[in-house]
């Protein structure tokens, strides 16, 4: 599946929702249903990656969104908030959503740094700011029959130089609007890895 960038345009803009769009209230409190629609757009990057080896990651972020949006459906005045969706239903002593959360953030987690550290070091490779990220984030958490899976999708990243270019023509607007969208990404990451790994988001 490709992605249809528009003339003069970025991937950015072909996002239903962006993370920059997501709002986060003052108590970091994040809004279900942005969040959900920016987790979904955040799956056509990995089209972009290019490589059957990225369906896995694919999937499993995909799975962990259906598992937080289906709470979400069944209880709609107790999910308004990502942490309200979360301790509502461990109040009724169940936690499928609540691990779907948990499991995202690992999948965010881990493109977040592994575009971060791509970024930050213009000479390093996609796959080892990839390889890198996975050990950081999701590696530890996973199985031996689940890693090389995860591997495999590591070392099959494209090059750097074919990848920026397809995430626009024109680098003096991809940068910027990866820029932005990271920020923002990586926003919501850390307000989410330190709830999902708090007291209240225990089951």
Same mark, same amino acid.
């Given at each position: ?10 991937? $950015? ?5 962006? $993370? ?18 920016? *987790? ?69 987690? $881990? ?23 996975? =050990? ?7 199985? $031996? ?6 591997? *495999? ?12 270019? #397809?995430? =626009?023509?024109?680098?003096? #607007? ?12 990586? #926003? ?16």
């Amino acid at each position: 599946m490709s992605v249809a960038i528009p003339p003069g345009g970025t991937y $950015f803009d072909t996002l239903k929702k962006s $993370f920059v769009d997501v709002p986060v209230a003052a108590d970091n409190k994040i809004s279900t249903t942005e969040f959900l629609e920016a *987790a979904e757009s955040l799956l056509t990057l990995f089209d972009v990656l290019g490589s059957a080896a990225f369906k896995p990651v694919k999937n499993d972020m995909s799975g962990n969104i259906k598992k937080i949006r289906d709470r979400q459906l069944a209880a709609p005045t107790l999910s308004e908030t990502l942490q309200d969706l979360v301790i509502n239903e461990l109040k009724e002593k169940k936690h499928v959503a609540t691990e779907g959360l948990l499991w995202l953030t690992r999948g965010l987690d $881990f493109t977040a740094q592994a575009l971060r550290h791509n970024t930050a070091n213009p000479t390093k490779e996609l796959s080892d700011s990839f390889r890198d990220a996975y =050990g950081n984030t999701l590696k530890p958490h996973h199985s $031996f029959v689940i890693k090389p899976i995860f591997s *495999a999708a590591m070392s099959a990243t494209p090059y750097r130089k074919d990848f920026y270019s #397809k995430l =626009g023509d024109d680098e003096s #607007k991809v940068q910027p609007a990866l820029e932005s969208w990271l920020t923002a990404l990586e #926003k919501n990451v850390s307000i989410l890895r330190d709830f999902t790994t708090s007291k209240e988001a225990k089951w």
